[in-house]
């Protein structure tokens, strides 16, 4: 009683397969599951942590168990130069010199190469969780997509900085002022792979940061700060002797494919997508946009 039915083609009567219905709403229950997936959400901060700490961890440990090709490396380095040279932007040498003559700020520049990257990147991370979390997993997604490739890149093209160049006259910074935290020099060189110069994730790192942070930062003076931060790591990169002019570009063509990766998963840029989560937005909890 209270069933349903269809006549059959014999005219007898025939309840509905409860299996037929399920096949039927299978598409419609994976299409919301996939859109969950796709749809911005409110990070949870053990996983946010536990993910950034396994990431970098994996990725230290894939660019560190790249075979060292120092042939090659250095072989590419001599080619990459040419190729400067060809364009006329060849002036590495000369920043790297002219920087190096001042003490104080070639070492401050030192101190920045091997710190920076990591603290302004984490905070900037933490700023979009606090105020932007809408925000939060587009923007992490292109920041991590960016570092993935530049993996393939460190494989597949092995490059030595400037500075390990034996027929230039580079200034290898950190050794000759004994400054500390560099991994690519000192008594930490053995610690990390020499030969990972392209493409460069300083500036990969940096540049997303400036972008991030001039997009959706409300305040005038954190948006210029925010595009100054990727233009001072590009002198920085080069004065220091770690990078070419052309390993920038390497990192901004990594950067350029974390973003498409990322439009194309949540269907907007990072700052297109509301400040907040659509589900459970809870404004007054949140404080004033910075």
Known sequence: M???????????????????????????????????????????????????????????????????????????ADWIWRVEQTLGIAVEQSVNHAVNSVTWLIVSMNYYYATLHFIVTIGVLVWLYRWHPGRYAAARLALFATTGVALVGYYLYPLAPPRLMSNQDFVDTVLVHHTWGSMASGNLKNMSNQYAAMPSMHIGWSLWCGLIICAVASAPWARILGLLYPTATLVVIVATANHFWLDAVGGMICLAFGFALSYVWFGAAPHRLPRLPESGSRKSLLPARV
């Not at 009567?13 to 911005?40: F, K």
């Not at 996983?47 to 590419?76: D, G, M």
């Open 2 to 76: 209270g069933e349903t039915t269809v006549k059959s083609l014999e005219g007898r009567t025939a309840t509905p397969s409860p299996m037929t219905d399920e096949v039927a709403e299978t598409p419609h229950v994976r299409r919301t599951r996939l859109q969950t997936l796709r749809s911005p959400r409110r990070p949870r901060i053990w996983f946010e942590v536990l993910l950034i700490a396994v990431s970098y961890w994996t990725y230290s440990l894939i660019r560190n168990a790249v075979p060292e090709q120092k042939t090659q490396a250095l072989h590419n």
